[in-house]
């Protein structure tokens, strides 16, 4: 184990560590987000049949092909959407059909309803208006969307609501995924009090564990928030074995530096972890620990709000979605113009969080670790390498949030 790592080997490790859970089989209503783990076809064609894509009357084009003026047809039937007709079109035949409606046998074009006029059991079809009818005029083909057995998705697609419909348009009432990884999250300290709560000096609301369990729910994970824990080794210890035995990722927030009080090593310690690095070279969220006990990883984060935002981008989601099965499992980063300074850490990496407005990146003014209001209107993060601040104007890496 490597006590201090800079970020991309830190990332690298995290990944090593990460392969796709297991596939089950999700309702569509509940599979948005997941991750498609086998390929989907097409169990019938879309359309079905032959359906008009006007309200109008369907025809036979060969009736129309030698005409002039207008044309008489006899009306013969309806077919109506969820009602098609069944009785094929004799020569000289139409029949009225509605939007989405399957031809009848025998029809090949449809005529719009506006480029005709009925009078009892005769339609006339006013070629100057109707223009060329041939075959296939306001018509949608058999299978002209998506053949049968034709490749819908593919594994590795994050699946979106419009992948979820040509799915179940296609036949498929549920949906092969990767099961979406379980993941605990345990906030230490003495100081912490539930939110909702007023604080006493020396107190602050816990405000980490709801931005954590907000974080893994958008990256695709079922939080399960396990609450607060106080400086006690053997209660702490108890918790952390719990959130072993349930979870395939456990976040804890706090206690994880060196101090007398930081206890959250030493307990995962005790219960078998083994680490794969204690520190990053990154600012704000030096004192991570990242490690694996059995099946479970773990990341033992920074108390500081910023601190475990940051940390979270840059580590815990790429974990996520590669558990879940994302075959891209890291945002890609844009090149983006700083329109202020930007401060440097010195000899590590500062992860700036800042405002995107198209290619133009505004740091927000307060990078301190512990403030909340830097997380607000944060929607990139900016990679600002090992050494002096960057002048407004400067080029750099941006990984943006949304």
Known sequence: MSDDVDVPEALARVLAACR???IEHSEPAHAC????????????????????????????????????????????GESAAGHPQHAPLAAGEAAWISTGAVLPPGADAVVAQ?????AGDLVHVDLARAGVVGPGHFVRRAGSDVAEGALLLSPGTA??????????????????VHRAPRVAILCTGDELVPPGATPG????????GLMLAALVREAGGVALDLGLVGDQLDTLRAALAHALEIADIVLTSGGISVGDHDLVF???????????????????????????RGDALVFALPGNPASTFVSFHLFVRPALRALAGDPQPVRPPRRVTLAAPAEGAGRR????????????????????SGALTSLRGCDALLAIPP???LPAGAEVEAIALD
């Open 33 to 76: 987000g997941r991750v498609l783990a086998e390929p989907l076809r097409a169990r019938w064609p879309l359309p079905g049949a032959d359906v008009s894509t006007m309200d109008g009357w369907a025809v036979r084009a060969d009736d129309l092909s030698a005409g002039t003026g207008t044309v008489a047809l006899r009306i013969h």
């Open 159 to 176: 699946l979106r609501a419009g992948d979820v419909a040509l799915a179940v348009g296609a036949g498929h009432g549920a949906l092969p």
């Open 201 to 208: 000096r020396g107190q602050v609301v816990s405000s980490n």
């Open 266 to 292: 030493p307990a995962l310690h005790a219960l078998g972890l083994v680490p794969s690095f204690r520190r990053v070279r990154v600012r704000p969220g030096r004192p991570l620990t990242f490690g694996r």
């Open 349 to 368: 990496a500062h992860y700036v969080r800042a405002r995107l407005r198209g290619d133009v990146a505004e740091p927000l003014a307060d990078q301190a």
């Open 20 to 22: 796709p859970l297991p």
């Open 387 to 389: 050494g002096p601040s």
């Open 114 to 118: 506006e480029d005709t006029t009925r």
